[in-house]
C-alpha cells in the first residue's frame, strides 16, 4: 500500500541502499547480490555519511528538488534510518574487476531503473502515473553506472560525482 500511496506524490520505491553524504543522497541501485549491502559496509565509518537504508529506498522529484527518503523496511543487517536528504545521484551497481564510474542518458538509464523499481504492474493508471514519476525524476537527477570492486577506493570516485 506505501509504496503505490508514494506513487500518489510523484515518487518510486526502489531496490536500492542509500547514503546522505554530508547533505548529498546518493543511492545505489542493484538487484540482490549487486553489492549495495557491500556500499553500506564501505561507507560506514566514512565522516559526514549516513546509511539511511540498504534495501528499499523512496525517491520524489518534489518542487524544491528531488529527494530520497529511508524506508520502514530494510535488509539483513538491517539498515533503517527515518531520513531525508536531497538526492544527488542515482548509482546502478555492477561488480567488476576495475572501478569505473559513467554517466548515463536518461533514455539509457530509464530501462535500468525500470528493472529495480517497485512498479505497480496490476493497474494501468498506477503503471502511467509510475512511468511519469520516473521521466520526472530522469529529468532532475543525473544517473550513473558505477563498475567496481568491494574496495575503499570506490568512495573518493562516487564523491567525485556528487
Known amino acids: 500500500i506505501l509504496r503505490a500511496a508514494i506513487l500518489l506524490t510523484g515518487g518510486l520505491v526502489f531496490h536500492a541502499s542509500a547514503l546522505d553524504d554530508n547533505a548529498k543522497g546518493v543511492i545505489f541501485l542493484g538487484h540482490s547480490g549487486a553489492g549495495k549491502s557491500t556500499q553500506m559496509g564501505l561507507w560506514s565509518h566514512e565522516p559526514g555519511a549516513i546509511a539511511m537504508n540498504e534495501e528499499r529506498m523512496a525517491v520524489r522529484a518534489d518542487t524544491g528538488g528531488p529527494m530520497c527518503y529511508g524506508m520502514p523496511w530494510g535488509g539483513i543487517p538491517v539498515i533503517v534510518r527515518n531520513h531525508a536528504a536531497p ?9 567488476a574487476p576495475e572501478n569505473a564510474i559513467e554517466p548515463l542518458t536518461p533514455a539509457a538509464a530509464a530501462s535500468l531503473l525500470m528493472a529495480r523499481a517497485f512498479l505497480p504492474y496490476w493497474d494501468a493508471a498506477l503503471m502511467q502515473r509510475a512511468l511519469a514519476n520516473l521521466n520526472a525524476i530522469l529529468a532532475c537527477v543525473p ?6 570492486r568491494p574496495e575503499m577506493a570506490v568512495i573518493p570516485l562516487v564523491r567525485s560525482i556528487l
Open 87 to 95: 538526492l544527488a545521484a542515482l548509482i546502478v551497481l555492477e561488480q
Open 143 to 148: 544517473v550513473y553506472r558505477l563498475r567496481c
